[in-house]
């Protein structure tokens, strides 16, 4: 597999990651508020869950736009962040983005990436 498919691999991870994100979102947000009213106010703690499926919902999508358009410097580290930040989901139970976020730092470790993004002018 050459670096462009790899890169679009990725980009596929990142749309797919961020509309799974935006579901396990209106999920943990929908359960917050019912747990809320159920639990008298105890339910409310899991509010914090949905702010990290929605900044990753974010990344992934920033991510799919600058894989598309291949013209933004910086999109090496914004990717390393939005794979690290996939990982971070699996405290919601988004394991599909975990592995996403795994398969995305594993390709950039590769050094032959890393030149195809330099070379693109977009590292």
Known sequence: MNNNDQLN???IFALVSGI???AYALGWSGYTVIGGLITCGFGCLFGALPVVNI???VMDFIVYNRLTRMNRTGTYSTMQFTGIFDIITIL???IASMCFGIITLITL???EVKQ???EKQVY
């Open 9 to 11: 691999l990725l980009r």
């Open 20 to 22: 799974l994100n935006i």
């Open 55 to 57: 900044i990753a919902c």
């Open 92 to 94: 919601t139970g988004n």
């Open 109 to 111: 470790n590769n050094e």
């Open 116 to 118: 195809y993004l330099k």
